[in-house]
């Protein structure tokens, strides 16, 4: 059986915005260690950011747009970035095939799932990163999260969805028992929805076929069937029909060691303090 398919490093609107910073840097005579030095930031970041291996956030454009009198281009390239850029590269063929796909079906174990997650919650979830980003990164990631959820007035239908989550998931108190309360009633609203199932797979069962960790099966509009399987900051879009095949097997075994829907929403309904 081959092993998972990983995607071909991409080009992005980050990979000419870092060009950009390096030409105009070298025309105002600056070495990358001066610029870093003068822009109060470390050299790692500053190569990072000109070889389109990092974001260049919003202030820190103005700031080189000053500093390099460059009459707010790179202010204005980074304001007309794509949404989907402004994921980590490892998520972005996610994004691509997301908003497209006629199914959509998600385990997670350590979180609730992005699409299913409230302002407050995402905020919280990107404050636990580690390395920590900053505060303005972490309000473009959730402005770009959030952005994701549009996906549930796509027209004539959203994709007809599957969720299964972990029990623990729903009692790791991210952002405070006022946030996760709010995310569990935000939860037991999807779960009402006529195209979206949720599940929960209890703490207590002694079975269960997805230790190996989280994953995303989605079938596109040609009725191509892909997995997404994402780690500590590595991803893979699984492509070959015989690694989906036993993705989709696991999948199966997972929905039937889970909570039925019914169940779920009145665990919901426990968990939210709502009986």
Known sequence: MNPPKKRRKRTT????????????RRYAGMTQPELARTLRIS??????????RRPLQI???????????????????????????KFPVFVQDLIDYEQEALTL??????????????????????????PPITPEEREDRVKA??????IFEREPWPPMMSYLVEE?????????????????????RCAELPFLGLQIIPTQRET?????????????????????????????????????SVLQQKYGMLRSQALSPEESMGLLDDLAGET
């Open 43 to 52: 050299e790692d970041k500053m190569a990072s950011i000109e070889q389109g």
């Open 168 to 188: 623990v998931v729903l009692q790791r108190p991210i952002g405070g028992p006022h946030v996760l309360r709010e995310q569990l009633r935000h939860l037991r």
């Open 105 to 130: 079906y998600s385990y997670e174990n350590q979180v609730v799932p992005g699409l299913l997650q409230t302002e407050e919650y995402a905020a919280a979830v990107f404050g636990c990163l580690f």
């Open 208 to 244: 269960h076929a997805g230790l190996n960790g989280a994953m995303v099966l989605l079938e596109t509009p040609d009725h191509d069937q892909l997995a997404y399987i994402e780690g500590q900051r590595v991803s893979f879009l699984v492509d070959d029909p015989d690694e989906v």
């Open 59 to 85: 202030a820190l454009a103005r700031s080189m747009d000053d500093l390099l009198e460059t009459e707010r281009a790179l202010a204005t390239a980074v304001e007309k970035v794509p949404e989907r850029e």
């Open 145 to 150: 999260r959030l952005n994701r959820h549009r």
């Open 13 to 24: 609107s980050w990979h000419a915005i870092g060009a950009q910073v390096a030409n105009f």
